[in-house]
């Protein structure tokens, strides 16, 4: 049976996976940029074949949150309808949550475009 508590770790494992994904996405940024630095100034071979594959690594990073953060959102989702179905309709936490999928689900559509 879903609580109020589970909606609440289920809504702050969803904002995490959130500040995880951009992150990832920043650091992607960051690290193509010293790649393309790094290749313009003619850097040892060695570290720029290193400096490349700190940088796929950081792309590998990004499918892999997505599909972690799609989890969490259907868990969420699946959280948040129980309690609807008990009742629990009202609440700071609800809202929270909803607000939280309309959120996630933005950023969705807005990477699919």
């Given at each position: 049976?879903?609580?109020?508590?589970?909606?609440?770790?289920?809504?702050?494992?969803?904002?995490?996976?959130?500040?995880?994904?951009?992150?990832?996405?920043?650091?992607v940024e960051r690290e193509a940029a010293?790649?393309?630095?790094?290749?313009?100034?003619?850097?040892?071979?060695?570290?720029?074949?290193?400096?490349e594959n700190v940088l796929a690594e950081s792309r590998m990073m990004i499918p892999d949150c997505r599909k972690r953060l799609e989890t969490s959102l259907a868990d969420l989702k699946a959280t948040l309808a129980?309690?609807?179905?008990?009742?629990?309709?009202?609440?700071?936490?609800?809202?929270?949550?909803r607000s939280t999928i309309a959120d996630v689900e933005r950023l969705f559509q807005s990477t699919e475009a």
């Open positions: 049976m879903a609580t109020v508590r589970n909606l609440k770790i289920k809504t702050g494992t969803c904002k995490r996976v959130v500040k995880e994904l951009h992150s990832y996405e920043k650091e010293k790649t393309a630095e790094m290749k313009e100034k003619g850097a040892d071979p060695y570290d720029l074949k290193q400096q129980e309690l609807e179905e008990s009742n629990q309709k009202e609440g700071v936490e609800i809202e929270e949550a």
